[in-house]
């Protein structure tokens, strides 16, 4: 129920690396407390994060996300040319671009994650 809660509209997000370790963070904390201690020797501790996900067995949320965002990119592609959702991602903004660095684009998002070969899965 947490991760519906984290991931609605995520299909639309663009992550940079401070976001997708924050997500992580969460996604332990929340694994952790739900998971519980562990009573070692007479000791409780908090349990490890390798411990936590080995445990919780599925994919991080951040995989989830990626996949989602892949799906929701087929789900563009395949829609009619006249449809608002598909000219919007296909429709480009001319004029000057404002000085400094550039903004990470959905799209530029999306091809990373088509980029990716699936070693690194959890």
């Known amino acids: 129920m947490i991760r519906t809660v984290l991931c609605y509209g995520c299909e639309t997000w663009v992550m940079n ?8 963070a969460f996604e ?4 952790r407390r739900i998971v519980g201690p562990v009573n070692e020797n007479g000791q409780w501790r908090i349990r490890y994060n390798q411990e936590v996900m080995e445990q919780y067995r599925d994919m991080d949320v951040v995989t989830n996300i990626k996949l989602r965002r892949l799906e929701w990119a087929g ?6 040319n006249q449809r608002i ?4 991602m296909e429709g480009r ?11 990470d684009r959905w799209a530029n998002a999306v091809s990373e994650d088509a980029r990716f070969n699936g070693d690194n899965t959890h």
Do not use: D, F, Q, W
């Open 28 to 31: 332990r904390k929340i694994l």
């Open 93 to 103: 903004i001319y004029g000057k671009r404002p000085t400094g660095r550039l903004k």
């Open 85 to 88: 959702r598909r000219k919007v």
């Open 75 to 80: 789900h563009i592609n395949r829609m009619e």
């Open 17 to 24: 690396n401070k976001i997708e370790s924050a997500l992580g």
